[in-house]
């Protein structure tokens, strides 16, 4: 069973700090996505990552993958209120397109 | 940009009764999906939809569920008798062909079981 852990489960930080928030897998898996949820709303794809080294960047959020780790990690730089949200990391099986995901970590950047 | 929508957006319903929720999928999108998030807890999946048949369904996905695309536009989630703990937000998604397409999310519809 594919299981998909992420940490931490909340984090609050000051405007203009540095933080990483990280997902951790447990099998293989050759997809993984970053997603962004507001309140209330829906989850906003944000990232995709199908390979080993995939780094991929979006204004201050940074995203990156380690197959062989099955870690996952969002960086983000410099952060700003508007930041403040739920991020999910999630991952599908080999075979299909079914979306695992992690229990979300829910951002607050404090002005 | 193309969206997904879903109606209901909140659905009060007592237990016992038969509940349909309503999805719009992105045009061009040929896979379909539901999930669901329990108040709190993590997003779930549901079941995905290819070629108007299901491809994967999860274990939550039992005999009381069921999905049908009844025509070219609308992808629907039906509960048979809904129970208590099937309260939660539903959401519908949709993607293009292709395996490593991303998933779009509708707003969802908050079901609530009385």
């Known amino acids: 069973e594919l299981k998909v852990e992420q940490n931490p489960l909340f984090l609050s930080m000051q405007e203009g700090k540095n933080y990483t928030i990280y997902c951790n897998y447990s099998t293989t898996s050759d997809r993984l996505y970053w997603y962004r949820q507001d309140p209330g709303k829906s989850l906003e794809s944000l990232f995709v990552l199908l390979s080993n080294g995939a780094v991929k960047q979006e204004g201050r959020l940074m995203a990156s993958l380690d197959t062989k780790a099955r870690l996952s990690t969002l960086h983000i730089t410099a952060a700003v209120h508007d930041l403040s949200a739920t991020y999910f990391c999630?991952?599908?099986?080999?075979?299909?397109?079914?979306?695992?995901f992690g229990g979300g970590t829910r951002l607050m950047v404090k002005p | 940009e193309p969206e997904v929508t879903q109606t209901p957006s909140h659905q009060v319903t007592q237990m016992g009764q038969e509940v349909i929720l309503r999805c719009v999928p992105i045009s061009n999108h040929l896979y379909f999906y539901w999930y669901r998030q329990i108040l709190g807890q993590k997003v779930e999946f549901l079941v995905s939809f290819y070629n108007n048949e299901i491809s994967e369904k999860s274990e939550i996905f039992d005999d009381q569920f069921s999905v049908e695309r009844p025509d070219g536009s609308n992808f629907t989630l039906k509960i048979r008798s809904t129970k208590l703990e099937d309260s939660a937000m539903y959401f519908c998604a949709s993607s293009e062909a292709g395996t490593y397409q991303p998933q779009h999310f509708g707003d969802g519809t908050r079901l609530s079981i009385l």
């Open positions: 999630a991952v599908t099986n080999n075979a299909g397109n079914m979306l695992t």
